[in-house]
């Protein structure tokens, strides 16, 4: 059995279980605490394993928004590519339109990033012996929040292009309008389903940790079993070195 600190909720439910059927069978446990009689216990642990099972559904929903969240960001990159392309076919890459695009288009893919890491590792090798490294400002990689207010700003500059008529339906301006929505709620799936984790995950910690938890029932029980059977005793050493 895991009897390491960071025990899983599962593993430390398993050892409640044993735990209660262990002392099931002890003929002197008899506590006078409600919360560690048998019936209690047992009822208490069945409600625990419930919890557990509702904040794991609750993680994987969570799992499931941030990984649709992630996939329709990482097709928010390569549609932002492809406007890019689009305008510097039309109007050419050195154009005032095309570098306003470009400008907008680095911070949506995070080529600002690679660039100033790829410009930091070379000037960082050209370096000389005992020569002082310069100091570099620091850029951060974008988060999903801040590359939609971007993606926004790049549709309402497309919008302002007269010219802007393109014959790949994935980039036309009503493609991109429905495609920002979609982003929208991506983010407010992901928020949701975080508010119905955390709510499970403290609801879940308070079954384990709490007052009158498994933590605590485990200790009450011990302490029982400790004082009518002895310290040094099978019964006793049986419920010892386990995570509650």
């Known amino acids: 059995m895991n009897t390491n600190k960071s025990a899983s909720l599962e593993a430390k439910l398993v ?9 099931k069978d002890l003929s002197k446990y008899n506590p006078s605490s409600e919360v560690i009689k048998i019936d209690n216990y047992e009822n208490f642990i069945n409600e625990t394993d419930g919890a557990v ?13 941030t990984m649709n969240a992630n996939a329709a960001f990482d097709k928010l990159v390569r549609i932002s590519r492809d406007i890019r392309s689009e ?3 039309l109007k050419g890459a050195s154009s005032e339109e095309a570098e306003a695009v470009n400008s907008i288009v680095i911070l949506i893919t995070g080529e600002n990033v690679q660039k100033h890491s790829k410009m930091k590792k070379k000037t960082l090798k050209g370096l000389k012996d005992g020569e002082d490294p310069p100091q570099f400002s620091s850029v951060s990689a ?5 590359r939609l207010g971007n993606f926004r700003t790049l549709l309402g500059l497309l919008k302002t292009f007269e010219f802007y008529e393109p014959l790949d339906a994935e980039i036309t301006i009503s493609s991109l309008e429905a495609f920002e929505n979609e982003l929208k709620e991506r983010l407010d799936d992901i928020a949701e389903k975080e508010i119905a984790y955390t709510n499970q995950r403290s609801r879940v910690m308070n079954y384990f940790n709490g007052e009158h938890g498994l933590k605590d029932r485990a200790v009450r029980a011990k302490k029982h079993v400790k004082r009518k059977y002895g ?3 099978p019964e006793y050493k049986l419920l010892t070195n386990k995570k509650y």
């Open 15 to 23: 050892n409640s279980k044993d735990l209660l059927t262990s002392v």
């Open 53 to 65: 099972t509702q904040y794991k559904t609750a993680s994987g929903y969570l799992q499931n928004a």
């Open 87 to 89: 305008i510097q076919e």
């Open 142 to 146: 974008l988060d999903h929040e801040s």
């Open 231 to 233: 310290v040094k005793s």
